[in-house]
C-alpha cells in the first residue's frame, strides 16, 4: 500500500483553498480548488489550485497535485479533508467513475483493503457479539481493544461488556474513525450479566 503523507491541518487548507464544482467539460482544466488568496506568479486568488502530472506507475494516467506551503499532494486527497473534515490518512481516496480527473466531492470515497478491514463488523468467531470486544482468558474479564492504521491499540480491561464496548466507542469517535464508517457497538442491544448490570 502507497503511504501518504499528512496533510497539512484543516485550518490552514480552508485559509488557502476552496472546492469548486467541476462540469464534465472542465475536468482537463479544472482541478475542483481555487486559491482564495494570491500566492505569487500565476496563482492569483480565483485561479485553478493545482497541475495535472502524470503518474509514474500507470501510463497514460493523470493526477492533480497541488503544493501547499512547499509540500505536494493530491487534490483528491485534499478535497476529501476539507469536504469531510478526516484527514484519509492510510487510505486511499478513490473515483467512483474511476477517473482521476474528476475531483467533484461527490466523486470521491475512502478505497482500498485497508478500508475494507476498518469497517468489519465482528468476526465469526467473535463470543461477546461487541466489535472490539473479546473475553481475556486468564482474567476472565473483558478486553477492549481497537485496530487503527494496522496497529491494534489496548483499551483496558472490564468487568463489565458494556462498559468495554463503551470504551471501544470512545475510541472511535475521539479518533474520527467513525465518520469513515467504522461500527460502533448499539450498547442498548447488548446484555451482560456481570455483578454490574445486575446490581442496576
Request: glycine share 8%; with cysteine.
Amino acid at each position: 500500500m502507497t503511504k501518504h503523507k499528512p496533510l497539512p491541518p484543516l485550518e490552514r487548507l480552508n485559509e488557502l483553498l476552496e472546492i469548486v464544482p467541476i462540469d464534465p467539460s472542465q475536468f482537463e482544466i479544472q482541478s475542483g480548488l481555487v486559491w482564495k488568496v494570491w500566492r505569487g506568479g500565476t496563482a492569483k486568488a480565483g485561479s485553478v489550485a493545482g497541475t495535472k502530472q502524470p503518474d509514474l506507475k500507470t501510463p497514460g494516467r493523470f493526477d492533480w497535485k497541488v503544493k501547499v506551503d512547499g509540500r505536494q499532494y493530491y487534490v483528491s486527497r485534499v478535497i476529501y479533508f476539507m469536504a469531510n473534515g478526516v484527514d484519509p490518512g492510510e487510505f486511499e481516496v478513490d473515483h467512483k467513475d474511476q477517473n482521476p480527473m474528476n475531483n467533484n466531492v461527490d466523486n470521491l470515497r475512502l478505497g482500498g483493503d485497508s478500508l475494507q478491514q476498518h469497517n468489519q463488523g465482528t468476526y465469526s468467531n467473535n463470543t461477546s457479539g461487541a466489535v472490539g470486544v473479546s473475553r481475556h482468558k486468564s482474567t476472565r474479564k473483558w478486553k477492549a481493544v481497537i485496530n487503527n492504521s494496522q496497529k491494534e491499540t489496548y483499551l483496558g480491561l472490564y468487568i463489565c461488556k458494556i462498559e468495554a464496548s463503551l470504551a471501544y466507542n470512545n475510541k472511535v469517535i475521539e479518533l474520527g474513525l467513525d465518520k469513515i464508517g467504522k461500527p460502533l457497538n448499539d450498547l442498548e442491544t447488548l446484555e451482560c450479566n456481570c455483578a454490574q448490570c445486575c446490581s442496576r
